[in-house]
């Protein structure tokens, strides 16, 4: 295989050139492999279509930071290869990727299958602290503990050779790819959009899923509009490699009722089947209100110059210092601190931290020192921590204020230390 440029995917093709095709997404640290046993039926009526995420299964090593990216990759592979229309079925990142197709290309989709999926994964610091421990202690200890969040207890003890090689596939994967996955995923959230998704659309979960389980699966069939729930019994995560015969069949089932082009293998021609309509529901969305409606009277020095940067800083700064943290000190803030938390968020991550003149780890280098400077410990526990999230490691904070203790007096330094050695054990041990 020739090397993949970096903005397409890696994949392979299965089945008649002539029929319809049919993708099948991957969950993060899997590969198209985790889709071989549903392959040998569904090629009698579609071509199918499997691809590796970057990194995944040996291929090329090309990060993408949002699933937005991730699906325009996908979609230069398909126009490279002359793919427009195609029904899709997705798995965890797969179905993520799936729901965002949906929505922004809606003309490219003809049928969806969303398995063990959510309109958001987990929250953003879950995801976040994964890659802080990823990146500081590989991906073994993710691989160690991925057959306990992919299957039943029973199918795992019953089924050691594969158990082995989910942990396998997870520790073959490239670390940087597997990071930036997980900041994909923590900047994931499409739950108010749902109602956007306009193609017939089957939800598919594992009844004992503890990751992305039936309470997820029921909030994508509430939003959808005319979705369909499927739950099936004794699966977990991954449920085409636990389950393969029953998601095998509703997977026939479903893009065999719900797409209009389909395959006769027996004489090699398309066929058409009729696919019951479904209205567009999602709603227009709502207009700004012009600045001279809100206030005509009253225009503010900084309406006629740059945006507001209160927007942007919020999301700075929830992306820095993770959610729980941000939502902890907006929830804390009254009428006398309400004003200080307003101005931090504009001016301090609005202004500052969005600047593009430097990266976020050379930010957090400069802020680690200033507090170190400073004695200001509190601060400098939880910029510890925005500093793994920002990329750094825990070798690379060690030099910082190593370098502190030069500039900044021993006695600061070692207080530093002291706090900073407490939050990386903290951030960086793998939770078994």
């Not at 006769?264 to 001279?292: E, F, H, N």
């Not at 931090?344 to 780890?361: F, V």
């Amino acid at each position: 295989m020739s090397e993949t440029p970096p903005n397409t995917l890696q994949y392979r093709f299965d089945g008649p050139e002539e029929a319809p095709v049919l993708i099948l997404g991957p969950s993060l640290g899997t590969t198209w492999h985790m889709w071989d046993r549903q392959v040998p039926e569904l090629t009698q009526q579609w071509r199918v279509f499997r691809f590796d995420l970057p990194g995944h299964g040996g291929a090329p090593a090309y990060p993408a930071g949002s699933v937005s990216d991730l699906a325009a990759r996908l979609l230069a592979t398909l126009d490279s290869l002359g793919v427009q229309r195609f029904g899709y079925a997705g798995c965890a990142f797969g179905g993520a990727l799936g729901i965002e197709l949906a929505l922004r290309h809606p003309e490219r989709i003809a049928s969806l299958a969303l398995i063990a999926a959510s309109p958001r994964f987990g929250t953003a610091d879950e995801f976040r602290q994964r890659g802080v421990i990823v990146r500081t202690n590989g991906l073994d200890p993710i691989a160690r503990t991925s057959p306990d969040r992919w299957f039943t207890t029973g199918f795992a003890a019953a089924q050691p050779a594969i158990t082995e090689w989910a942990v396998q596939m997870v520790r073959t994967t490239d670390p940087g790819c597997y990071i930036a996955a997980c900041e994909a995923l923590a900047s994931f959230d499409v739950r108010s959009q749902l109602s956007g998704v306009a193609v017939p659309t089957l939800v598919l979960v594992g009844s004992d899923d503890q990751v992305t389980g039936p309470a997820e699966a029921r909030t994508l069939v509430a939003g959808i509009p005319d979705a369909r729930l499927a739950v099936v019994p004794g699966a977990s995560h991954l449920v085409p490699v636990e389950q393969p015969a029953a998601v095998t069949d509703l997977l026939v089932r479903h893009f065999s009722t719900a797409w209009q082009p389909a395959y006769d293998s027996t004489t090699g021609q398309m066929a058409i089947v009729a696919a019951p309509a479904k209205p567009v529901l999602a709603a227009a969305p709502p207009q700004p209100t012009p600045i001279a409606e809100i206030a005509p009277a009253v225009v503010s020095p900084r309406t006629t110059g740059r945006p507001d940067p209160y927007d942007a800083g919020i999301k700075v700064r929830r992306e820095v210092l993770g959610d729980a943290h941000v939502d902890r000190a907006l929830a804390q803030a009254d009428e006398f601190s309400g004003d200080f938390q307003e101005f931090i968020t504009r001016y301090a991550w609005g202004e500052i931290w969005d600047r593009p003149g430097l990266d976020r780890r050379a930010r957090s280098c400069v802020t680690l020192t200033a507090l170190v400077a400073g004695g200001h410990l509190d601060e400098l526990a939880f910029h510890t921590r925005a500093a793994l999230r920002n990329g750094l490691t825990p070798d690379e904070i060690k030099e910082v204020l190593l370098q502190a203790a030069v500039y900044c007096g021993v006695p600061a330094a070692n207080s530093a230390f002291k706090v900073a050695q407490q939050v990386i054990r903290e951030e960086t041990t793998p939770q078994e």
